[in-house]
């Protein structure tokens, strides 16, 4: 996938805006005018944008992480945004792409457990219900041409079944065993199908830990787009927990032996 | 040398617009013999070169004698299978039974046809029992063009897998033995096989198919199995067995 | 619309046991339309060695002509007939050197190597138009019908076929397919080398 979210749905175009500074600059414009132009707005652009989310089954449920990064372009804006959120008591939701499309998304969520709440029928709206509705949301939004530019992550745990999906600004859904979006579904994703696949029902909570530590520091070195600060949701029979948010201890010290890397004379 | 934009494309509004679809690859293929079906899908789902899992059904059991498999856009063939279903509902609940095959037919062509302007970009292949116990193949263009047809493949691999089923069902290029001729229909183990050699080879040669195969088998009403016993791994989906019988056999297919 | 399917057709070569095949569609269009029928696009280079080109009609015409310069000077400077082996590296050296205006052709190649101890064996490669060599143990394929052709070779080979065999399955490989190419078809050649002889036969197919 192109890892600049600006791109995500458009033609590529080389020759305009080769270096990705987004949002597109706007200048004065003095030409012809369509007069009701601006009466339907369409498509947009991300413009705060949050990079790879990954995801993997364990033993006891669902872990998942995410950074805290909201990238302004290239320009790192907001390094204290939780890109993980709890919805209900059954799941959690990783976000990556445009930060207010999914804070708008976290208010819509919201109306809706508290409407799910106040009709005291006796359930609850799992994971697999949320990934449902939130498919909706975004394969509705896709086909009226106005869409919500984000990949999410959707994972829970609900009368002891494991749930863990994904869907994106298209409506495609899909579900796995190790999932992640964006960069990471290039970088991470092999590290993460290796160490997961087969042994969903074996890894325990720290094994399960340090795969995903491992992967936000192979993130953190390789996407421009990413921080060294980060979270980790599990969602278990005890329901949703996020962690605080943590350091990767990362070392820099390779880069003395690589010319052109680090301080060198030639 | 460094690309410039020029100023035309600065000053001038930019008209970059939203594509609301993608292809999300794979291969759906059926065959109808005398009184059986064989609706099959592989279960990869990739985006460019990306694998996002390798099991994603494309092969949906609408009732227990038919079976839609849809190809293309995945969000389109998710919300286009829904959106069958619930008028399957709806002419169960009027009606007291199931909606005729020919019927379903007809009616995904009007379903297609009605987002003309705005199409679901699916291929859709039905399969199943026609109600006069025969087994029917009808094949679909994403704006609603269908055809009822013995056999057909569509997706990715379709111009891999298309000519081989002339070969092999329709037996194109050859003539029949003196004074004998070509069966009209097969036999269900050989056509099982032929299904399970397509999708092998199409495996092997595109890379957009393979991880699994989930194939879909009708049985006419009061037919019997045979040539189902001998076939490992299979899972009965009908409840009844006085009426047509539902089956899905799944395979493994190579997951590079 | 591209160079490469301007006036259309298929070559395709397949291996067997001790011998190998190599065939074409007779059809020259001008894109849409069908001008001739008879256009063969396979041919002999030595009494070994078949060289089949899909492509731009008129460099498969200059191309046949250049090889057969070449194979002939070979034949003068070495005073012997040229090995499957090193016409292959001639081909492909001879598109490499277009590297930036290229011929519009890609070959298929077909042959029976000696071996050290006198005895025959079957050698196929395919390339693309600047001649990047594809050697391949079981079959190649070139031209409009190329991706129907993998999928019905795929299906249909099997390694160690007897050359009536092999003749069986090359015909049918390549029918089925140019049946469903618009591009391809209204008959077909097929050659089968073997150490003894070639066999050539012409193949009635569908004329639609």
């Known amino acids: ?266 | 040398m460094v690309a410039v934009p020029d100023m035309d494309s600065l000053v001038n509004p930019q008209q970059r617009q939203f594509n609301p679809y993608t292809e999300n690859g794979g291969t759906i293929l059926a065959i109808a013999g005398a009184d059986f079906t064989v609706i099959a899908g592989d279960t990869r789902q990739s985006e460019g070169y990306s694998i996002q899992t390798r099991y994603a059904p494309k092969v949906f059991r609408l009732t227990d004698k038919a079976v839609l498999a849809v190809n293309g856009f995945a969000a389109d063939g998710n919300m286009f299978v829904k959106k069958v279903k619930q008028r399957l509902e709806w002419y169960r609940h009027a009606h007291a039974k199931d909606m005729p095959l020919r019927a379903i037919a007809r009616l995904i062509q009007t379903m297609l046809y009605a987002r003309r302007f705005f199409p679901f970009y699916v291929y859709n292949i039905l399969g199943g029992i026609e109600d006069d116990g025969t087994g029917a193949v009808y094949s679909f263009d994403p704006v609603g063009s269908y055809e009822r047809e013995t056999c057909r493949a569509a997706g990715a691999a379709q111009s891999l897998v298309q000519p081989f089923l002339d070969n092999q069902i329709y037996f194109k290029n050859q003539l029949a033995a003196p004074g004998m001729s070509h069966p009209t229909h097969l036999p269900l183990p050989d056509v099982l096989s032929i299904v399970i050699d397509s999708f092998t080879s199409a495996t092997e040669r595109h890379i957009e198919v393979g991880d699994g195969l989930e194939m879909y088998v009708v049985l006419a009403k009061g037919r019997g199995l045979g040539g189902m016993e001998a076939i490992g791994g299979v899972q009965e989906l009908s409840e009844r067995t006085e009426g047509e019988r539902l089956f899905v056999v799944r395979r493994e297919l190579k997951k590079d | 619309m591209s160079i490469m399917e301007y006036n259309g057709g298929s070559v395709i070569a397949m291996v067997g046991k001790n011998c190998v095949a190599v065939a074409s569609d007779l059809r020259l269009g001008n894109q849409a339309l069908t001008v001739a029928t008879n256009f063969e696009k396979v041919f002999p280079i030595t009494d070994r060695i078949y060289l089949g080109m899909s492509g731009l009609a008129t460099d498969v015409t200059t191309l046949r002509e250049t090889f057969r310069y070449r194979v002939n000077m070979y034949t003068i400077k070495e005073e012997r007939d040229i090995e499957p082996e090193a016409f292959a590296h001639l081909v492909s050296s001879t598109l490499y050197e277009r590297r930036f205006g290229p011929f519009f052709i890609e070959p298929v190649i077909a042959g029976l190597s000696k071996t050290s101890s006198g005895a025959f064996r079957p050698y196929i490669a395919g390339a693309d138009l600047i001649g990047c060599l594809n050697f391949a143990k079981d079959f190649v394929v070139a031209g409009t019908a190329s991706e129907k052709m993998f999928g019905v070779a795929e299906g249909l080979w099997e390694p160690d076929l007897e050359p009536e065999d092999l003749f069986e399955t090359i015909s049918q490989t390549l029918l089925n397919s140019v049946d469903r190419d618009a591009y391809s078809g209204w008959g077909a050649i097929v050659h089968v080398i073997t150490p003894e002889q070639v066999i050539t036969r012409t193949l009635k197919a569908r004329m639609d």
Request: hydrophobic content about 35%; overall charge negative; glycine content about 10%.
């Open chain 1, 1 to 266: 996938m192109d890892h600049f979210p600006t791109n995500w749905g458009r033609p590529r175009n080389d020759a305009y805006d080769s270096y990705g500074t987004y949002p597109i600059p706007h200048r004065p414009y003095n030409g012809p005018k369509d007069a009701f132009g601006e009466g339907v707005q369409r498509t947009q652009q991300p413009i705060v944008t949050g990079t790879s989310v990954l995801a993997i089954k364990y033993k006891d449920g669902i872990m998942m992480a995410a950074d805290n990064l909201a990238s302004y372009g290239s320009l790192a804006r907001f390094k204290d945004v939780q890109r993980l959120t709890a919805v209900g008591e059954f799941t959690v939701i990783g976000a990556s792409g445009d930060m207010s499309d999914f804070q708008y998304i976290q208010s819509m969520l919201d109306d809706k457990m508290v409407e799910e709440f106040t009709s005291q029928d006796g359930h609850a709206l799992g994971p697999a219900e949320i990934h449902e509705y939130l498919s909706f949301i975004m394969y509705g939004r896709r086909t009226k041409m106005d869409p919500l530019w984000n990949s999410f992550l959707v994972g829970g745990f609900k009368e002891g079944q494991r749930f863990l999906a994904y869907v994106d600004l298209l409506g495609t859904t899909y579900s796995a065993s190790a999932m992640a979006t964006g960069y990471g579904a290039h970088i991470a994703l092999p590290l993460l199908r290796t160490a997961v696949e087969g042994k969903e029902n074996l890894l325990t909570e720290e094994q399960a830990q340090k795969i995903l530590e491992e992967c936000m520091k192979v993130l953190f070195y390789r996407d421009a787009r990413s921080l060294n600060k980060y979270q980790i949701a599990t969602i278990t029979a005890a329901g949703p927990s996020i962690s605080e948010s943590r350091e990767l201890a990362t070392s820099w010290s390779f880069a003395e032996g690589i010319r052109g890397y680090g301080a060198q004379t030639q």
